[in-house]
């Protein structure tokens, strides 16, 4: 059975560009998940860190922070390996330079 827009394993079909059909993989939408994740986590540490009252909740924001870079590094790395491998294509993949 074949679900609209995926291909036999699942993974999404992407438009073509230049004459060649563009497949993301699974793994790779869940990298790109975990990068959004990761912009998520650091706004939500430094809104949360402009709101505090107490030093308690500046603990909780520094590691929800310093979390969110050590993930975003990882998964950085991630992509890098699968671009190695050609699973990722860098032009297709739409990934936003992070701070550091």
């Known amino acids: 059975m074949r679900t609209e827009g995926l291909d036999d394993h699942g993974r999404r079909r992407m438009?073509?560009?230049s004459g060649a059909t563009l497949i993301l993989k699974r793994c790779?939408?869940?990298l790109r998940?975990?990068?959004?994740l990761v912009e998520e986590m650091i706004a939500l540490a430094?809104?949360?860190d402009a709101d505090r009252e107490d030093v308690g909740c500046?603990?909780?924001?520094?590691?929800i922070r310093d979390s969110?870079?050590?993930?975003?590094?990882?998964a950085e790395e991630e992509?890098?390996?699968h671009q190695e491998?050609?699973?990722?294509s860098k032009k297709a993949s739409g990934q936003q330079q992070m701070r550091p």
């Open 79 to 81: 992509i890098r390996r």
């Open 15 to 17: 438009p073509p560009q």
């Open 33 to 36: 998940k975990t990068l959004n």
């Open 46 to 48: 430094d809104q949360g």
């Open 85 to 88: 491998k050609g699973w990722w």
């Open 68 to 74: 969110a870079y050590k993930i975003q590094k990882i």
């Open 58 to 63: 500046g603990v909780l924001y520094g590691i």
């Open 28 to 30: 790779n939408r869940n």
